[in-house]
């Protein structure tokens, strides 16, 4: 029965010299643990109250999702993610955004890739494979993944702004390659084709929820089976 199932869920915080971190996921969706509130968001304080930005925040019968990392596009990415792999996620992040964008961008989807991790170990009984083509307008993406226990990544987005919002494109490829990295997954994300980076962008994060979203379904009659000829991954 499904209420039987463990809940796939974990909450961390990753702090650095250059940024904090806190984040709380279920990738099966639901309710998630509340966050500590170490961190100062970047929203602006009314009479010493903490007013939520509600540009990333979705809550739901059966999805709870409040992004908030200090960076406009970053958070709409992640909002998009979430969404569609059918995740409960938190994100507060922190970071020395009065450099650039790329601590605070590599280090959100650094943790996001170890929370995910968290969450589908062991890799018991999983579908192990997903794929998935998302369009948005006139673009259209494809990403395919697999839970292999061994990090790579080949992203191509074929983004030609300096930047979107406050992010800087390139940043979206590295970090995709960064979640990639701590979830110990193989990826490969495509924008097939697409005039705007925006949708370009966006279809690319769709893509890659349902494939992700496949990839981590439990498979009925296949409880506790390692998917591997090796017998491990």
């Known amino acids: 029965m499904a209420s039987s199932l463990l809940a796939r869920s974990t909450t961390l915080i990753r702090e650095t010299n250059e940024t904090k971190i806190a984040l709380s996921l279920s990738i099966d969706g639901g309710s998630i643990a509340e966050l500590p509130r170490p961190l100062e968001t970047a929203t602006t304080k009314t009479n010493g109250d903490i007013e939520s930005l509600k540009h990333a925040t979705q809550t739901s019968a059966t999805q709870h999702i409040i992004i908030d990392t200090g960076i406009g596009f970053?958070?709409?990415?992640?909002?998009?993610?979430?969404?569609?792999?059918?995740w409960s996620l938190e994100v507060r992040?922190?970071?020395d955004l009065h450099i650039d964008d790329h601590h605070t961008s590599e280090d959100t989807f650094l943790a996001l890739g170890t929370a995910y991790k968290a969450c589908i170990?062991?890799?018991?009984?999983?579908?192990?494979?997903?794929?998935?083509?998302?369009?948005?307008?006139?673009?259209l993406s494809r990403a395919v993944v697999?839970?292999?226990?061994r990090p790579f990544s080949v992203i191509d987005l074929g983004l030609k702004r300096e930047k979107i919002g406050d992010l800087s494109t390139e940043m979206l490829p590295h970090c995709l390659q960064s979640f990639a990295q701590t979830a110990g997954i193989t990826l490969h994300v495509d924008c097939i084709r697409g005039d705007n980076d925006?949708?370009?962008?966006?279809?690319?994060?769709?893509?890659?929820?349902?494939?992700?979203?496949?990839?981590?379904?439990?498979v009925s009659g296949r409880e506790g089976e390692v998917v591997s000829t090796k017998g491990v991954l």
């Open 74 to 86: 970053l958070d709409h990415m992640l909002h998009a993610l979430a969404k569609h792999a059918g």
């Open 93 to 95: 992040a922190r970071g």
């Open 121 to 139: 170990t062991p890799s018991l009984g999983l579908a192990r494979f997903g794929s998935a083509y998302a369009p948005l307008d006139e673009a």
């Open 146 to 149: 697999d839970i292999s226990n």
């Open 198 to 218: 925006h949708h370009r962008a966006e279809s690319a994060f769709k893509a890659l929820a349902v494939a992700l979203r496949t990839a981590s379904t439990r």
